[in-house]
């Protein structure tokens, strides 16, 4: 069974302070992971697809990386408005169009 | 640019009602889902379809079902709704097993 586990569950920063998301997964054959932003009483915003180990991406402030194991969301130099709930899923090879998804880390950056 | 779109923001029902979720998504993908977003449960896949007139119960199927006559729409219906079905529903689509594209939601309560 395909598992994400997202850590840590919430997460207070200052305004400028750099630090990161982690998304822990087992899958059987990965066919990418994914990130989305989800700000209060609205839907994800897909944010980044990584489909293989050594891959990353970026947007804005933002850097999504990928092991056979986990991805980092690192989020350098935060505003406020980058306060939202981060989501990671993860689609198998095997067939299955259901993603897992984890349970999300909650970020509050503080001015 | 994508988009997918829920009938309604907000909605208010009485236990007992039946009760219609509709949603439509302008990108032709042939993969559309439910799920309820609880707080501290995460999101809960409810139904996902795979073609027009094709559907999969996903975690939490009971009390609910669902209706897909055309490509674009994907409806969920509550038979006789329950105060336990008040919640937050999400819809979303995808191609193939990539990401999903989220609509903005609909806060359900049930009195």
């Known amino acids: 069974e395909d598992q994400v586990t997202q850590s840590p569950e919430a997460l207070r920063l200052q305004e400028g302070e750099s630090s990161s998301l982690n998304c822990s997964y087992t899958?059987?054959?990965?066919?990418?992971l994914f990130w989305y932003r989800q700000d209060p009483g609205k839907g994800p915003e897909f944010l980044f697809t990584?489909?293989?180990a050594g891959e990353e991406k970026e947007k804005e402030r933002l850097k999504a990386t990928l092991t056979k194991k986990e991805s980092f969301l690192h989020i350098t130099a935060p505003k406020p408005e980058d306060s939202a709930t981060y989501l990671c899923?993860?689609?198998?090879?095997?067939?299955?169009?259901?993603?897992?998804f984890g349970r999300g880390t909650s970020l509050i950056v503080h001015p | 640019d994508v988009k997918v779109t829920q009938s309604s923001r907000y909605l208010v029902k009485r236990t007992g009602e039946k009760v219609f979720l509709e949603c439509v998504q302008d990108?032709?993908?042939?993969?559309m889902f439910w799920y309820r977003q609880d707080p501290g449960l995460g999101l809960r896949l409810i139904y996902f379809?795979?073609?027009?007139?094709?559907?999969e119960k996903g975690d939490i199927p009971e009390g609910y079902s669902v209706s897909r006559e055309k490509k674009e729409r994907f409806s969920l219906i509550l038979e006789s709704a329950s105060t336990n079905q008040t919640s937050m529903y999400l819809c979303?689509?995808?191609?193939?097993?990539?990401?999903?594209?989220f609509g903005p939601g609909t806060r359900l309560t049930v009195l």
């Open positions: 990584l489909y293989s």
């Open positions: 899923a993860v689609s198998a090879s095997g067939g299955s169009y259901i993603p897992t």
């Open positions: 979303a689509s995808s191609f193939s097993n990539n990401e999903q594209f």
């Open positions: 990108m032709d993908h042939e993969n």
């Open positions: 379809s795979y073609d027009v007139k094709m559907k």
């Open positions: 899958v059987s054959g990965l066919r990418g």
